[in-house]
């Protein structure tokens, strides 16, 4: 499915934003900056409240951006507990935003996919055994863990500083 754009400011707010239609980002050309983007920044929230951000690496695959952790992280736990979460990535395209929602991957089918596209994207390699997620190329083969975000909105702000378009999915 794909988003609805719009432009983000209106007219009597847009000064100096562009209010012209014909200067809206396409969903699809932002799905494929956020897809090659080499690092992510995730914004999830504490228990109590407070903000947490933190850099991620992360894959798009078919429409969701899946993110890697390590599952006793605050990113992982706060995930895992409430999946609401903003992903931002700067691109020489403009500056992206997405808000979502993670759910955490336990599903044999999908962490195979997942390990292939971060193999592919980052040639970082996972080892998947009896329904977990691991990095053999480390010391003691640490756990990781997959969120993927499936978005409910997004920003782009364009290069010139002057555009901006807003995603409803």
């Not at 903000?51 to 992280?73: E, F, I, K, N």
């Not at 040639?123 to 329904?131: E, I, M, P, S, V």
């Not at 997620?133 to 010391?139: A, E, K, M, N």
Request: aromatic share 10%.
């Amino acid at each position: 499915m794909s988003p609805t754009a719009e432009l983000l400011f209106r007219p009597e707010d847009a000064t100096p934003m562009s209010t012209d239609e014909a200067d809206l980002l396409p969903w699809p050309v932002a799905a494929e900056l956020l897809a090659a983007v080499p690092k992510y920044w995730l914004a999830t929230g504490r228990a109590d409240g407070r903000p947490h951000v933190m850099p991620v690496l992360g894959v798009w695959l078919g429409g969701t951006l899946a993110v890697s952790s390590r599952p006793g992280s605050v990113k992982a736990r706060n995930l895992r507990r409430d999946g609401d979460c903003v992903v931002t990535a700067a691109t020489d395209g403009g500056d992206l935003v997405v808000e979502g929602t993670a759910v955490h991957v336990t599903g044999a089918a999908r962490q195979r996919e997942l390990a292939a596209a971060f193999a592919a994207k980052y040639d970082w390699r996972f080892g998947l055994r009896d329904g977990r997620v691991y990095d053999d190329s480390l010391p003691g083969s640490p756990e990781y863990a997959f969120f993927e975000i499936t978005p409910a909105k997004g920003f782009g702000y364009g290069a010139d500083g002057l555009t901006a378009t807003r995603w409803r999915f």
